[in-house]
């Protein structure tokens, strides 16, 4: 997750317009979604890890951490609807399923990973603050882009805390065996919910300190959104949409 923020805010494309991100991916995830040809789905998987690569400048270690977790449930599924199981008597019988579901478990599988890229591509380059604030444009209740906004913070408390009290007990070898792994982890988490809290409460006293009236404003460091770069956006998925229905 951290990663995830750490690309989000120093992406080479950081300073575009979140409007113009979230316009690609919701583009190729709606193409890919309505697409069903093999080879659509392999040039959407590959063009936008090349986006995220070349043209943002996110390091492919990033990208394969942030995609670790979503491919490894791809594949968990894909592999259990490649067999089928059946009980002969009471013991279970293993077979490959018939050759027509296992092409379709292997095309779900590669448009979910396209899906997936697309959805990478937005989180990767854009900061959550960045989607709030368009959203907040396109008429988002102000109280609830807060709510999240605050949620998301307290994320990262919860994990500074976590990491400082996980620091702490390795520098007191409580981690040295496993009676005391438990019993050290056992005090990091009975000690967690009080000192989030306790943080949570300066995060208060410091906005309010700073005048808070209710809402959370930010500064915008993004250009504002260029005409021609969303018409060259809106051709591009114009073109491959058109493509996806010629194809099928």
Known sequence: MRAIDRSAQTNRWRHHAAGEKVMLSLG?????????????????????????????????????????????????????????????????????????????????????????????????????????????????????SDIAMVMFRIIWVLLDCLDAGRQSLEARLGYSGNRRLLKSNGLLLASLLPRVFARARRMETGLAARGYTGRLDFISIERPASHARLLLIGTLLALLFALTWWLG
């Open 28 to 144: 190729i995830m709606i193409i890919s979604l309505s697409s069903t040809n093999w080879g659509l789905q392999l040039a959407t998987l590959v063009s936008m890890v090349v986006l995220m690569v070349v043209g943002a400048g996110i390091s492919c270690r990033d990208v394969g951490r942030a995609a670790r977790v979503p491919v490894l449930f791809i594949a968990t599924g894909t592999f259990a609807q490649l067999f089928s199981v059946s009980l002969e008597g009471y013991v279970p019988s293993f077979a490959l399923s018939p050759e027509a579901a296992v092409h379709q478990a292997l095309f779900v599988a590669l448009r979910s990973a396209a899906c997936i890229s697309a959805l990478l591509f937005l989180a990767l380059t854009t900061p959550l603050s960045s989607i709030l604030q368009l959203m907040q444009r396109m008429g988002l209740n102000a109280e609830i």
